[in-house]
Antibody
C-alpha cells in the first residue's frame, strides 16, 4: 500500500536550519512529482514546494523562496526539504503529498511532521 | 494567486440530514486540457487530509457515495446526502489548475 512517512520535525530557534524527509513506499516513486504542504495550528493547508519526478521542475511558494530547498533521491525513494533562516511563522505541520497529474494529484499524503520555530 | 473562498466556515448538522459546502475561486479553474482540477479533502481531528473528490465530481475509491461534488468554472459544491458521525471534521477545497496551488480556508462540520 502507498505510504508516505515524514520525519525530521523539531523545535528550533529563529534563524536556524532544519531538514525534513519523506520516505515513500508502495508505489513507483520515480514517476511521481512530489509536494510539500504545511499547516499552521488551526489554519488551512498552505502549499510550500513541488519537485518533478526527475528533479528537473522545482517551484516554491513566495513565503519560502530563497530559504527552502526541495530535493529528492529516487534511488532511496526519499523526498527532502532543507529549511534555513527559519521564522516563527514557519511553525507548522509539514506534509508530503504525491502528484501524477490528472486523477492522481494530491491523492496520498503523509501523516506530517511538526516544526516549531521558537526562541 | 487564486483565492479559494469556502462557505460556510462552520456547519452544524443533525445526523441523517444533508450538508452542503460552497467553494468559489477567484479565477476559472478550467485548464488548457479542458479539465477542471478541483479537489475536496476531509481532515479529521489529528489526521492528515484525505482526498474525497478529484476533478470536481470524481469520488475516490472507498469514499461513501453520500459524498458528491459538482460545479464548474469558479463555483463548486461538496454535498453530503446524509451526515453520519464519522463525517465530523474540516473540509477543504483545493485547486490544481494554477500555480501556486491554493486551498480554501476550510469548513468545520460538526454534529448538532
Amino acid at each position: 500500500q502507498v505510504q508516505l512517512v515524514e520525519s525530521g520535525g523539531d523545535v528550533v530557534q529563529p534563524g536556524r536550519s532544519l531538514r525534513l524527509s519523506c520516505a515513500a513506499s508502495g508505489f513507483n516513486f520515480n514517476v511521481y512529482g512530489m509536494h510539500w504542504v504545511r499547516q499552521s495550528p488551526g489554519k488551512g493547508p498552505e502549499w510550500v514546494a513541488v519537485i518533478g519526478h526527475n528533479g528537473a521542475q522545482i517551484d516554491y511558494a513566495e513565503s519560502v523562496r530563497g530559504r527552502f530547498i526541495v530535493s529528492r533521491d529516487n534511488s532511496k525513494n526519499t523526498l527532502h526539504l532543507q529549511m534555513s533562516s527559519l521564522r516563527v511563522e514557519d511553525t507548522a505541520v509539514y506534509f508530503c503529498a504525491r502528484d501524477l497529474g490528472a486523477n492522481k494529484f494530491f491523492d496520498y499524503w503523509g501523516q506530517g511532521t511538526l516544526v516549531t520555530v521558537s526562541s | 494567486d487564486v483565492v479559494m473562498t469556502q462557505s460556510p466556515l462552520s456547519l452544524p448538522v443533525t445526523l441523517g440530514q444533508p450538508a452542503s459546502i460552497s467553494c468559489r475561486s477567484s479565477q476559472s479553474l478550467v485548464y488548457s486540457d479542458e479539465n477542471t482540477y478541483l479537489n475536496w479533502f476531509q481532515q479529521r481531528p489529528g489526521q492528515s487530509p484525505r482526498r474525497l473528490i478529484y476533478k470536481v465530481s470524481n469520488r475516490d475509491s472507498g469514499v461513501p457515495d453520500r459524498f458528491s461534488g459538482s460545479g464548474s468554472g469558479t463555483d463548486f459544491t461538496l454535498k453530503i446526502s446524509r451526515v453520519e458521525a464519522e463525517d465530523v471534521g474540516v473540509y477543504y477545497c483545493m485547486q490544481g489548475t494554477h500555480w501556486p496551488r491554493t486551498f480554501g480556508q476550510g469548513t468545520k462540520v460538526e454534529i448538532k
